[in-house]
């Protein structure tokens, strides 16, 4: 049977990710029973989850709540609704209506619905260079055309992008929104500096555009401030896609959009034939975690705690192995990005590395806008254990002196 020609013609658009190649032969040396150490995942460390706790939960809720097991409405339960807009006035600054909350499947329902409704085939978006794969992947797939703005480490280049605005312009190519991770950006692990933030918002009013604020790293900041672009605009003009993925575990699927006006109403229509609602068991999960002060006690108190101290491992042994190297050096999120010499390859460094030295690092290229980043890799520290992320770090020093 040939299916081709039954394929809608959006489905030219959809393409598969680049990294897919690794993960499977990582996959493919796991079950021939190699051990390798991992600095590649983009989850939390389960160890760092109080999942003791979440089960306790859990089953409180199923014997207690005969509605966690049916469907709920698709902007999410009234009650985790109201308990997300007083967390986000405690913890991000702002005050946003219930009303205007949607409970999504994770971040990625957020941001998919936000390009259903906001992408028409051939649009202009403009996001940093690098940015988070997925939602390149998920914007492409839209027939959204990717306009990169590079990023240093304080957050997305504002003047290249006034500049890249005023081409565009020049060209007749309308812009419709800016797509942001302003906080632990991944992959590069960069926090946007405040200025770059008041500039990036004044550039998007002057230019009358919207911006979507991915906040998904906006809870794992070690130090230093962030204050959501959100907490800063007083046009509507943010968008917000919200996670708790990073926080409870990205296996439950609950996030958020942050939406007004037309936006709002559409993607109200938009969503419930695609999910019906956000799986229910996790939102009433979530919301017992966060009414109950859980957040407070066992991710700031404790789980950050964690993370943070694995950041300084990862950064220390990167400093002691490869002192001339180039890397970051995050105070929020999950990932450093690592640089090879110029014109190195990541994607035969990373191949090799887990050939010959038993360690998964993710290519960077796939997450550029361009060829500019086929020299980075990007490493996790949130997931594996500090002896690994030694052992890993030192792993790759060693085949970086082999080959530079
Ligand atoms: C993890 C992540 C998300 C959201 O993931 P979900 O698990 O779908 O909530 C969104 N954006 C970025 C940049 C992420 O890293």
Redesign the pocket.
């Known amino acids: 049977m040939r299916y081709e020609k039954f394929l809608a013609g959006r489905a030219n658009w959809v393409k598969g990710s680049a990294l897919a190649e690794v993960m499977k032969k990582a996959a493919e040396l796991r079950a021939r029973g190699k051990e390798l150490i991992s600095l590649s995942a ?1 989850d939390p460390d389960p160890n760092l989850i109080p999942r003791e706790i979440l089960g306790e939960l859990a089953r409180e809720v199923l014997s207690n709540v005969p509605a966690s097991v049916m469907y709920t409405p698709a902007n999410g339960i009234p009650e985790l609704r109201e308990e997300i807009s007083r967390f986000l006035e405690r913890y991000e600054g702002y005050k946003v209506s219930p009303e205007d909350i949607i409970i999504t499947v ?4 957020a ?1 998919d619905l936000l390009g259903r409704i906001l992408i028409d085939p051939g649009d202009a978006v403009i996001t940093e260079n690098p940015s ?1 794969i997925n ?1 390149l992947l998920a914007f492409e797939q839209l027939g959204a055309k990717i306009y990169g703005v590079p990023v240093d480490g304080e957050g997305m280049r504002v003047d290249l992008l006034e500049e890249k605005l005023r081409e565009l312009r020049a060209k007749g190519v309308k812009v419709k929104f800016i797509y942001t ?1 302003p906080t632990g950006q ?1 992959p590069m692990g960069v926090t946007m500096s405040h200025e770059r933030r008041k500039a990036l918002l004044e550039i998007a009013s002057e230019h009358d555009l919207l911006i979507v604020e ?1 906040s ?2 906006n809870f794992m900041r070690y130090e230093g401030e962030a204050t959501p672009l959100k907490a800063m605009d007083d046009e509507g003009r943010v968008i917000v ?1 919200g ?1 708790l ?2 926080v409870l575990g ?1 296996g439950f ?1 609950v ?1 958020w959009v942050i939406a007004h006006g037309e936006v709002k109403q559409k993607i109200l229509m938009e969503k419930s034939p695609i999910d019906f609602c956000a799986p229910t068991i996790s939102q009433y999960i979530a919301l017992e975690y966060l009414r109950r002060g859980y957040f407070e006690e066992y991710h700031l108190k404790r789980g950050l705690l964690g993370y943070k101290e694995k950041r300084d491992v990862m950064l220390s042994a990167l400093e002691e192995n490869l002192p001339d190297a180039e890397f970051t050096r995050p105070i929020a999120g999950m990932f450093v990005m690592f640089f090879l010499p110029s014109g190195a390859d990541g994607m035969a460094f990373a191949s090799e590395l887990m050939e010959k030295k038993g360690v998964v690092v993710v290519p960077g290229g796939p997450f550029y806008t361009d060829e500019s980043g086929k020299n980075a890799i990007r490493l996790n520290f949130s997931r594996p254990g500090k002896e690994e992320i030694e052992e890993g770090i030192k792993r790759l020093a060693e085949l970086y002196r082999e080959k530079f």
């Open positions: 983009g994770g971040g990625t329902g941001l988070y939602t991770i991944n991915d998904a790293y896609a996670t993925s990073k990205t699927r996030g």
